[in-house]
């Protein structure tokens, strides 16, 4: 439940912090000079053609967090001093950007709200570039345009470190629903702070004023500085500006329906190749790949990398090259019996698309206990980012699961919990993990495995979880634990339970078959006159049984389970869309 149109209480003050330029937290500090860059004269000369010059008088506040969407703005006389903001009217400076320097992070690639205010300091003389100038110069001036990416990227990752900045939650801890938002907030790379009522003076006075009922947790407040009551994560994308709005009149070529590696890949090559990209993620960008601690075999990161750095990285890549990307966006439905396809989400509104490539993944599967979902948020989960991590810091903690993402999450909470007691139903992990994880495993000692188990039931109370009963199903014999923290990593089923009945041919465990696997019969039946002939061939090896859809990634019959194998099968498709639209007749 939400209240879009509460505002906040006027006796809360401003709170300005009148300190210095606050050090950058040391493993950036090094790198001030890559999120702070000095342009050169010349530099400057080539931004001239992408942008307007303006002037601003001494105090106008030329950026509002919450507020102002814009580009890049380039002082070139006077200074602008940058600060952060929370919607409290708390504001800490971050920086001052003399002649040369330039205002923006990476929300500003896609016009989103800025994070920050700005304020002129004397009068300011600058030049203002729009978010689709911007991302036509980064690409334009390839080595400036590294520059210009590099320090968007550091100062995002400033205001995640400082976590301060975006919208601030307030609600007691161990609020069920104050863990989702969180979260969200995190998986998408967004700064937020939180604020317990009871600690906290602001909070508090914010309480008083909004009453809030045990349903209405947690308080949201935007950087707008609007108030919102347990919102749900659409809410809070539109809030942020992640949720976009979209104009349902619009035709797409590709319509991408799932960010995760595959997705996000698709939609980097199409972008770069000048197709317009509509990308829509119900959850976060990167999917079940951003929450994996560390990626060790994909080509060209001998060290590995966080699967949110990955993802990351290729979400920075998307909308440089101008993908429109939708978070929260659910799928509810593709409708095929019309061209352009369209994919209808779950708010009811429908986008139209020449192509749509179906990357929409797997969903978490769930061991039937009763009282599951009572605890989710509370004690179970279903990834193991640094927020769950730092939640069990000194404690036992069980995972359940033997696949590579399993292996990820014990090794990455072993280095904060007490024990982490891996749980498997099967003999032991070499059928289903990647041999390094194991070896990995093996040489960790916090880490300790029960093959032949499972959790038979859960118990709790308002608190959370607190006890976990464990059987051996050799043995039949039973056993308790007084355990907080239980992570879930056993599987997932395809997500293509929303096709409906759109025709698109699937396996017997409703993975999607494509290419030379699609059924002959319901190959002939989807075919449309007019768009695809009937005695036409499937052009491609990534194309369903419905022209014009493609699948590729974990949702694919056959498909290798990697983000590597995923990131290719989003490269491969984009040279098959083209083909599918030079193919299309002129008036479709």
Same mark, same amino acid.
């Given at each position: 439940?939400?209240?879009?149109?509460?505002?906040?209480?006027?006796?809360?003050?401003?709170?300005?912090?009148? /300190? =210095?330029?606050?050090?950058? !937290?040391?493993?950036?500090?090094?790198?001030?000079? *890559?999120?702070?860059? #000095? @342009?050169?004269?010349?530099?400057?000369?080539?931004?001239?053609?992408?942008?307007?010059?303006?002037?601003?008088?001494?105090?106008?506040?030329?950026?509002?967090?919450?507020?102002?969407?814009?580009?890049?703005?380039?002082?070139?006389?006077?200074?602008?001093?940058?600060?952060?903001?929370?919607?409290?009217?708390?504001?800490?400076?971050?920086?001052?950007?003399?002649?040369?320097?330039?205002?923006?992070?990476?929300?500003?690639?896609?016009?989103?709200?800025?994070?920050?205010?700005?304020?002129?300091?004397?009068?300011?003389?600058?030049?203002?570039?729009?978010?689709?100038?911007?991302?036509?110069?980064?690409?334009?001036?390839?080595?400036?345009?590294?520059?210009?990416?590099?320090?968007?990227?550091?100062?995002?990752?400033?205001?995640? /470190? =400082?976590?301060?900045?975006? !919208?601030?939650?307030?609600?007691?801890?161990?609020? *069920?629903?104050?863990? #989702? @938002?969180?979260?969200?907030?995190?998986?998408?790379?967004?700064?937020?702070?939180?604020?317990?009522?009871?600690?906290?003076?602001?909070?508090?006075?914010?309480?008083?004023?909004?009453?809030?009922?045990?349903?209405?947790?947690?308080?949201?407040?935007?950087?707008?500085?609007?108030?919102?009551?347990?919102?749900?994560?659409?809410?809070?994308?539109?809030?942020?500006?992640?949720l976009p709005d979209l104009d349902g009149n619009k035709v797409w070529d590709v319509i991408v329906v799932g960010a995760g590696p595959g997705g996000l890949a698709t939609a980097v090559y199409a972008g770069s190749e000048g197709l317009s990209v509509l990308a829509l993620e119900q959850r976060a960008y990167g999917g079940q790949a951003a929450a994996s601690a560390r990626i060790e075999n994909y080509l060209g990161f001998p060290t590995g990398i966080s699967g949110s750095a990955l993802a990351g990285r290729a979400y920075v890549q998307a909308q440089k090259f101008g993908v429109e990307m939708a978070i929260p966006a659910a799928a509810a439905r593709l409708v095929c019996d019309t061209y352009p396809l369209e994919v209808q989400l779950a708010d009811g509104q429908r986008m139209k698309g020449r192509t749509v490539v179906l990357s929409c993944g797997a969903r978490y599967r769930k061991p039937a206990l009763d009282n599951l979902a009572e605890f989710e948020g509370r004690g179970v989960y279903y990834w193991a980012s640094r927020i769950e991590a730092n939640l069990c810091k000194t404690e036992e903690v069980i995972l359940v699961g033997g696949g590579n993402s399993a292996g990820q999450a014990a090794v990455f909470?072993?280095?904060?919990?007490?024990?982490?007691?891996?749980?498997?139903?099967?003999?032991?992990?070499?059928?289903?993990?990647?041999?390094?994880?194991?070896?990995?495993?093996?040489?960790?000692?916090?880490?300790?495995?029960?093959?032949?188990?499972?959790?038979?039931?859960?118990?709790?109370?308002?608190?959370?979880?607190?006890?976990?009963?464990?059987?051996?199903?050799?043995?039949?014999?039973?056993?308790?634990?007084?355990?907080?923290?239980?992570?879930?990593?056993?599987?997932?089923?395809?997500?293509?339970?929303?096709?409906?009945?759109?025709?698109?041919?699937?396996?017997?465990?409703?993975?999607?078959?494509?290419?030379?696997?699609?059924?002959?019969?319901?190959?002939?039946?989807?075919?449309?006159?007019?768009?695809?002939?009937?005695?036409?061939?499937?052009?491609?090896?990534?194309?369903?049984?419905?022209?014009?859809?493609?699948?590729?990634?974990?949702?694919?019959?056959?498909?290798?389970?990697?983000?590597?194998?995923?990131?290719?099968?989003?490269?491969?498709?984009?040279?098959?869309?083209?083909?599918?639209?030079?193919?299309?007749?002129?008036?479709?």
């Amino acid at each position: 439940m939400a209240d879009m149109h509460l505002t906040p209480p006027q006796f809360v003050p401003e709170a300005t912090k009148d /300190e =210095a330029v606050p050090a950058l !937290p040391s493993q950036l500090e090094s790198r001030r000079a *890559q999120m702070f860059p #000095q @342009l050169t004269e010349a530099e400057i000369r080539k931004l001239q053609r992408f942008g307007t010059v303006r002037t601003f008088r001494n105090g106008v506040r030329i950026l509002e967090a919450g507020h102002t969407t814009f580009g890049m703005i380039v002082t070139l006389a006077g200074r602008i001093a940058i600060s952060r903001y929370d919607g409290l009217g708390n504001s800490w400076p971050i920086t001052e950007h003399g002649p040369g320097e330039f205002t923006a992070e990476v929300s500003q690639l896609s016009g989103r709200p800025t994070l920050v205010n700005g304020v002129a300091v004397g009068d300011v003389e600058a030049l203002v570039i729009s978010s689709e100038n911007l991302r036509a110069l980064v690409i334009a001036e390839a080595e400036l345009g590294e520059r210009i990416v590099r320090a968007l990227i550091l100062r995002r990752v400033g205001l995640l /470190e =400082a976590n301060s900045g975006g !919208p601030v939650l307030v609600a007691p801890p161990g609020n *069920q629903r104050l863990h #989702q @938002l969180q979260s969200f907030l995190s998986s998408n790379a967004y700064p937020h702070t939180l604020l317990d009522p009871k600690e906290d003076e602001q909070a508090r006075t914010l309480c008083e004023y909004y009453q809030p009922s045990a349903e209405d947790w947690p308080l949201v407040v935007c950087p707008d500085g609007s108030v919102k009551k347990n919102p749900t994560n659409a809410e809070m994308g539109r809030c942020l500006g992640l949720l976009p709005d979209l104009d349902g009149n619009k035709v797409w070529d590709v319509i991408v329906v799932g960010a995760g590696p595959g997705g996000l890949a698709t939609a980097v090559y199409a972008g770069s190749e000048g197709l317009s990209v509509l990308a829509l993620e119900q959850r976060a960008y990167g999917g079940q790949a951003a929450a994996s601690a560390r990626i060790e075999n994909y080509l060209g990161f001998p060290t590995g990398i966080s699967g949110s750095a990955l993802a990351g990285r290729a979400y920075v890549q998307a909308q440089k090259f101008g993908v429109e990307m939708a978070i929260p966006a659910a799928a509810a439905r593709l409708v095929c019996d019309t061209y352009p396809l369209e994919v209808q989400l779950a708010d009811g509104q429908r986008m139209k698309g020449r192509t749509v490539v179906l990357s929409c993944g797997a969903r978490y599967r769930k061991p039937a206990l009763d009282n599951l979902a009572e605890f989710e948020g509370r004690g179970v989960y279903y990834w193991a980012s640094r927020i769950e991590a730092n939640l069990c810091k000194t404690e036992e903690v069980i995972l359940v699961g033997g696949g590579n993402s399993a292996g990820q999450a014990a090794v990455f909470l072993s280095g904060h919990a007490k024990k982490v007691r891996m749980v498997i139903r099967g003999d032991g992990l070499k059928a289903t993990m990647s041999s390094y994880l194991i070896e990995r495993i093996r040489a960790t000692p916090n880490i300790v495995l029960d093959t032949h188990t499972e959790i038979v039931k859960l118990e709790g109370d308002d608190d959370g979880l607190k006890r976990v009963h464990l059987r051996n199903n050799q043995s039949g014999s039973e056993c308790a634990t007084d355990v907080c923290r239980v992570f879930l990593f056993v599987g997932a089923d395809p997500n293509t339970d929303w096709l409906g009945d759109c025709g698109v041919d699937v396996d017997p465990q409703g993975f999607i078959r494509t290419g030379h696997d699609v059924t002959k019969a319901q190959c002939k039946a989807n075919f449309r006159e007019g768009v695809y002939p009937p005695d036409q061939p499937l052009r491609a090896e990534l194309e369903t049984s419905v022209p014009g859809v493609f699948a590729i990634g974990d949702v694919r019959a056959g498909s290798t389970k990697r983000v590597a194998a995923g990131v290719g099968e989003g490269a491969q498709v984009v040279s098959q869309i083209h083909a599918f639209l030079a193919h299309l007749p002129v008036a479709v």
